[in-house]
Structure formats: C-alpha cells, structure tokens
C-alpha cells in the first residue's frame, strides 16, 4: 500500500534550474528512506537514501532533506539536465518492515 | 554493485494462459525477494514478499492462487500469472535483499512487461 503522499504530480524545469521534489511519508516509525528515479520501461534507480536519524545527506548533485517533525522528505537535483528528466519516486522502510513501500511519484520535466 | 534481471523483458499472452517471470540475483545471494506490478502512472505496489525456501507472503487484496511465486534457491524467484486476463497487463518488477546486506539494501531488477490480449 502507499504511505506517502503530498506531492506535485509533475514538475517541469529549464535546464540548469535547480529541482526541488517533495514526498510527505505517514509512518512516523519509518526509519530509512530512498530516492529512486525510473524511466520510461525501466526498473527504479536508486538515487540517494536517508537514515531518520540525519537530517540531511548529499550526493552528487543530490541532496534529500528529512524533516521528521513534519514527516517531509525532498529531492533537491542541482543544475537539472535534460537526462534527469524521469518519474521521481520516494520510498520508505518501517524498523519491522521488510518491503520498500514506494510513494506516487513525481514526474520531472527537463527543456532545453 | 549487485545486479538483478529478470526474464523476459516483456511478453504478449491470449487471455486464459500462464505465463512466468523470473528474477535472478546474478552475483549476490538474496534472502528475500520482493515482486511489485506497476501501472501505467502510477506508482509501485508491493505484491508480495518471499523468502527462500519458505511460502510467499502476499499483500491484501493480491490472489496467490492466481499469482504463485516460488524463491527456490537464493538466486531466484519466479512469478507466475495464472489464467491471465487483460487486466494483469502490467508492469512487473521484482527487487531482492542480499545475504549478507544490511537489512535495507533492496536491489531492483529491470521489470518485465506483460501484455495479456
């Protein structure tokens, strides 16, 4: 079932912009979370992940920020490419889980 | 990095037939298995979890006599529709969790597309 919620169902960016993508989760027992992107006829790619007790972490022109008070999550993407251009999706794990349960997903639109 | 595939990529059935999935760790050995289906824009939903050796366990409202899975060895789990309809067209994806990971590394396969006519 879907947890998550509270998201922008599409998202378009020129490129070079900065992309902010939100993902609000329901559990507050999850304790790690994920960023996939998916393109079109593929499987997920993971992007980035987070544990609950950090409230922040960067990568390569990612960043996810965690807001457990609000229970928020984001995708922040840097200097946006056309090749990001993809459906964004947030997962999250509770401590008894064993399943990712993935939210609905945002699809981000990248023009030249 | 830990790979996972899966088998066929996509597949076009008559209504009423069976059809398998497979979904192989190639260099890791996975406990568990975990087999999603996808819709056109919408998200991943988890159908069911399984572990080696043992009996899957289906989420609500998922038939596991119409979609029977089998995690034989601790490279591979099979996903099989049976007497498929037009509706089971979807897109099936399975992820599996290795061996000796932390509890949460959960690797995806390809998915596999199945179109019932």
């Known amino acids: 079932g879907e947890s998550v919620g509270l998201h922008l169902p599409t998202l378009s960016v020129q490129e070079g912009d900065n992309s902010i993508i939100n993902c609000a989760y329901s559990?507050?027992?999850?304790?790690?979370f994920i960023w996939y992107k998916q393109e079109s006829g593929k499987g997920p790619q993971f992007i980035i992940d987070i544990r609950s007790n950090m409230d922040k972490r960067q990568g390569q022109r990612v960043t996810v920020l965690l807001n457990k008070t609000v229970k928020h999550l984001s995708l922040q993407i840097a200097a946006t490419q056309p090749g990001d251009s993809a459906v964004y999706f947030c997962?999250?794990?509770?401590?008894?889980?064993?399943?990712?349960?993935f939210g609905k997903g945002t699809t981000l639109s990248v023009s030249s | 990095g830990a790979v996972v595939s899966q088998h066929p990529s996509w597949v076009i059935c008559k209504s009423g037939t069976s059809v398998k999935i497979e979904c192989r760790s190639l260099d890791f050995q996975a406990t568990t298995m975990f087999w999603y289906r996808q819709f056109p824009k919408q998200s991943l939903m988890l159908m069911a979890t399984s572990n080696e050796g043992s009996k899957a366990t289906y989420e609500q409202g998922v038939e596991k006599d119409k979609f029977l899975i089998n995690h034989a060895s601790l490279t591979l789990s099979t996903l099989t529709v049976t007497s498929a309809h037009p509706e089971d067209s979807s897109f099936y994806i399975c992820?599996?969790?290795?061996?000796?990971?932390?509890?949460?590394?959960?690797?995806f396969g390809p998915g596999t597309r199945l179109t019932v006519t």
């Open positions: 997962a999250e794990l509770v401590p008894a889980g064993t399943a990712l349960i």
């Open positions: 559990n507050s027992a999850s304790d790690y």
């Open positions: 992820s599996a969790r290795g061996l000796a990971g932390i509890s949460y590394e959960q690797y």
